[in-house]
């Protein structure tokens, strides 16, 4: 019988290679309002940030665990983040905790149609992009 091909369906959790975890944990509560989860994996303690059904799993430099990406590093990262917040909400939240906009707002290309975005980076320079969907259903 000839094997086929997984159907991949969603994305469950990326993971992001960062200097300082207490650093980063501050900015995504603060700025994106993520929470912190705790836990252990293979006797080891690890942090996430959780938001929705996802998470973000945090490797500290230097103390990464395998599997990992060739050449993963702090910065290295683009990430694209939904919100039902409207992005003029948005851009005034980002401006009262003193992130610069580095984009935006703009048009953009999302996976299920049209984005209004903007664009700034986290502590270790990785770019994020908050967007809203405006655009058309769910392409096929």
Sequence with gaps: MPATEPEITEIDHLALVVT??????E???RVLGMRRIDFEFRG????ALAFGARKLNLHETGSEELPQPSGAGPGAT???L???????RVLSHLEAEGVAVEHGPDDADGARGDLWSVWFRDPDGNLIEVANEVGEPERS
């Design 20 to 25: 300082d975890i207490e650093r980063t944990v």
């Design 27 to 29: 900015f995504y509560e």
């Design 44 to 47: 080891r303690s690890r942090t």
């Design 78 to 80: 683009d990430l694209c």
């Design 82 to 88: 939904l919100t039902e917040t409207p992005i003029d």
